[in-house]
Nanobody, 124 residues
Framework: EVQLQASGGGLVQPGGSLRLSCAAS????????IGWFRQAPGKEREGVSC????????YYADSVKGRFTISRDNAKNTVYLQMNSLKPEDTAVYYC?????????????????WGQGTLVTVSS
């Protein structure tokens, strides 16, 4: 069974940090690029960041560039999203997903596997 398990969300004050993890199982992890997406209440889902199969290529949405860092450990079948300098507008449910397309790509339609979300709340 294919599983992508996102974790690490929580409540943090503006300016704080969180590290999200996405643990994968049930498929050949290093055959897939991994992306992080988020959806805030009342808004459409948006791409946040993605990383290629090897980790050599990464992409960030303009809204998080310079604050978020994506990485992966293929030996642990896990992708991380380090989020620093968090802002209230980063509040959302964050999802990780896997795609065979090794662009990498932030087009959600290209993603085959999706995990359940983890809630990030940035508030004082």
């Amino acid at each position: 069974e294919v599983q992508l398990q996102a974790s690490g969300g929580g409540l943090v004050q503006p300016g704080g940090s969180l590290r999200l993890s996405c643990a994968a199982s049930g498929f050949t992890f290093d055959d897939y690029a991994i992306g992080w997406f988020r959806q805030a209440p009342g808004k459409e889902r948006e791409g946040v960041s993605c990383i290629s199969r090897s980790g050599a290529r990464t992409y960030y949405a303009d809204s998080v560039k310079g604050r978020f860092t994506i990485s992966r450990d293929n030996a642990k079948n896990t992708v991380y999203l380090q989020m620093n300098s968090l802002k209230p507008e980063d509040t959302a449910v964050y999802y990780c997903a896997g795609t065979i397309w090794d662009g990498p790509t932030m087009e959600s339609e290209e993603y085959d596997y999706w995990g359940q979300g983890t809630l990030v709340t940035v508030s004082s």
